[in-house]
């Protein structure tokens, strides 16, 4: 029966991660220019009058999404060397949790260091566009359809759900895959849902109210 190598899910991280770093191909160098594209798109909006700080901006989101996928990359080659020892389900579960985990330790160490790095060129208002851009506008829209839908909700109960939505999209900023991001998202909106049964709210009733209320703003 195969061992548990004694080489550590970081290490094994570790290893990939300096392989790859040696690695570079005309591949990376295709995507990085294809992500300065969509980089673009995120920080024109921003206004930035001083063209140098523009493409400086532009250039940290494109490596964000560089790195990113870096980082996805990595996961996927650690997951098929643990996958390939043939270990015990137990133990291959538990490994490829460590790896998850460690993984997504990456992911949080990575998003902080990019907001950092913005806070150097734009404000608190500018680097909330670039969060939303880089989810596509998920929470604003979301947050601002619960209030369309409740507009009875209490202040605390707007909170609540703002808190959330921030939240999960700390998550999607780092998710490597429009799924995944919005994967984020649905967890928190289920999260969101069962707060505001708790609090008594009839979600379906709530839902075909605003529903017949938009139709007949249409109209």
């Known amino acids: 029966m ?9 290490s094994l991280l570790t290893l ?3 392989s790859n770093a040696q690695s570079q191909t005309g591949g990376n160098d295709d995507y990085l220019q294809v992500v300065k594209e969509r980089a673009y798109k995120i920080a024109a909006p921003l206004e930035i009058s001083d063209s140098v700080k523009f493409y400086r ?5 494109a490596q964000e999404y560089a790195d990113i996928k870096k980082i996805d990359e990595d996961k996927t080659v650690a997951t ?9 389900k137990a133990v291959a579960e538990r490994e490829l949790k460590k790896l998850s985990d460690a993984t997504e330790e990456q992911r949080a160490a990575l998003n902080k260091k990019f907001v950092q790095s913005l806070s150097k060129d734009l404000d608190a208002q500018q680097i909330e566009k670039v969060k939303d851009g880089l989810t596509y506008n998920v929470l604003p829209i979301t947050y601002k359809a619960h209030l369309d839908m409740i ?17 999960a999209r700390e998550h999607a900023m780092a998710a ?5 991001k919005h ?4 967890k928190y909106k289920g999260r969101i849902n069962n707060y505001l049964a ?3 709210y009839d979600l379906k009733k709530e839902r075909e109210a605003w529903y017949e209320r938009t139709k007949a703003q249409k109209k």
Do not use: H, M, Q, T
């Open 183 to 186: 994967g984020w998202f649905g």
């Open 176 to 180: 490597g895959s429009s799924d995944a």
């Open 16 to 18: 990939i991660l300096a």
């Open 2 to 10: 195969a061992k548990v190598s004694k080489v550590s899910v970081l």
């Open 151 to 167: 507009p009875s909700l209490k202040e605390e109960e707007k909170k609540y759900i703002y808190d959330a939505l921030f939240e």
């Open 57 to 61: 901006v532009r250039d940290r989101i």
């Open 80 to 88: 098929a060397a643990i996958k390939s020892k043939n270990l015990e």
């Open 198 to 200: 708790a609090r008594g």
